[in-house]
């Protein structure tokens, strides 16, 4: 079993940044691909970032250019660093990883708010 945090969400003002934190922990010692989804108030989840050992990095469109995912195998963490928001931003972001075995894994979210 892998157990996900999240850490790092909070109110900030637009143009603003944050930092959201995962760290994983369990049996699991490795993961295939690592990253974050959000669901905004009556929407449906959504792909932020992955960054995977086979496939690289994906963003999505509305993100690029202003979020950044990375990880630290050794920590099992998976960060987001994400600057110039939006109030469209505004989402209970998750955290996500993959096992090389195909089996996925949630945590159960960090609010983040962007408003004036």
């Known amino acids: 079993q892998v157990q996900l945090v999240e850490s790092g969400g909070g109110l900030v003002q637009p143009g603003g940044s944050l930092r959201l934190s995962c760290a994983a922990s369990?049996?699991?010692?490795?993961?295939?691909?690592m990253g974050w989804y959000r669901q905004a108030p009556g929407k449906e989840r959504e792909l932020v970032a992955t960054?995977?050992?086979?496939?690289?990095?994906n963003y999505a469109d509305s993100v690029k250019g202003r979020f950044t995912i990375s990880r630290d195998n050794a920590k099992k963490m998976v960060y987001l660093q994400m600057d110039s928001l939006k109030p469209e931003d505004t989402a209970v972001y998750y955290c996500?990883?993959?096992?090389?075995?195909?089996?996925?894994?949630w945590g159960k979210g960090a609010l983040v708010t962007v408003s004036s």
């Open positions: 996500y990883v993959r096992s090389w075995g195909g089996m996925n894994y």
């Open positions: 369990g049996s699991t010692s490795s993961f295939n691909a």
């Open positions: 960054i995977a050992t086979i496939g690289g990095i």
